[in-house]
Nanobody, 116 residues
């Protein structure tokens, strides 16, 4: 079992920045991947960014170089630095731990609202 706790969400103006953090209850070093997903009202959950145990990063097209995902295996954390935020980025952001291809855990989510 893995517990994931997200933090760092909130209200920010367009063009602003937020940094999301996810703390895992277990050592993430052996996990296949860690990632961030988001879900806006009325929409399906979608991948934002993902980083594998080997450090390979994948980003959704809509990120457009604005977001950066990183992981700290020593601290069992994964972070998502979000810059140049747009109103369309408003959503609940979820941390995901892919322990194996068939075992996934999710955090409770953190709200990100981009509005003037």
């Amino acid at each position: 079992q893995v517990q994931l706790v997200e933090s760092g969400g909130g209200l920010v103006q367009p063009g602003g920045s937020l940094r999301l953090s996810c703390a895992a209850s277990r050592n993430i070093f052996t996990f296949d991947a860690m990632g961030w997903y988001r879900q806006a009202p009325g929409k399906q959950r979608e991948l934002v960014a993902r980083i594998t145990s080997g450090g390979r990063r994948n980003y959704a097209d809509f990120v457009k170089g604005r977001f950066t995902i990183s992981r700290d295996n020593a601290k069992n954390t994964v972070t998502l630095q979000m810059n140049s935020l747009e109103p369309e980025d408003t959503a609940v952001y979820y941390c995901n731990a892919q322990v194996t291809p068939t075992i996934n855990y999710w955090g409770q989510g953190t709200q990100v609202t981009v509005s003037s």
